[in-house]
């Protein structure tokens, strides 16, 4: 089972006192419909959070941005805790396949 819908808007925010790192993905400008959020903690840990408060620690198995879609394939304990195996969402303009690549790289290596 995939989840898609298509991002609109990409915005990260970065906090060095704290010591995290948060990327923002949302279907429209106003941030009001669909949104995942990727951030990694200041121990390097990853987690993903959802529009509905959904969160999952770490639990990224792969990811890819390929043909102006990004995928991201979920393992079983975080696909369970967000609903789904696998996003699958097309960028649209403004957001930059090559951008956010080079964020997802940063935030889940």
């Known amino acids: 089972?995939?989840?898609s819908w298509p991002i609109r808007l990409a915005a990260r925010e970065r906090d060095q006192?704290?010591?995290y790192e948060l990327l923002a993905l949302a279907d429209s400008l106003d941030r009001n419909g669909r949104?995942?959020?990727v951030q990694r903690g200041p121990d390097g840990a990853h987690a993903?959070?959802?529009?509905?408060g959904r969160t999952s620690y770490?639990?990224?198995a792969s990811w890819a941005v390929t043909g102006g879609v990004l995928t991201i394939e979920l393992d079983a304990d975080a696909a369970a805790a967000l609903g789904t195996e696998r996003f699958e969402l097309p960028l649209e303009p403004p957001v930059k396949a090559a951008d956010l690549a080079d964020?997802?790289?940063r935030l889940l290596a």
């Open 35 to 37: 949104v995942l959020l």
């Open 58 to 60: 770490g639990g990224v």
């Open 103 to 105: 964020q997802l790289r």
């Open 1 to 3: 089972m995939a989840t």
């Open 48 to 52: 993903l959070a959802d529009e509905r």
């Open 17 to 19: 006192q704290r010591g």
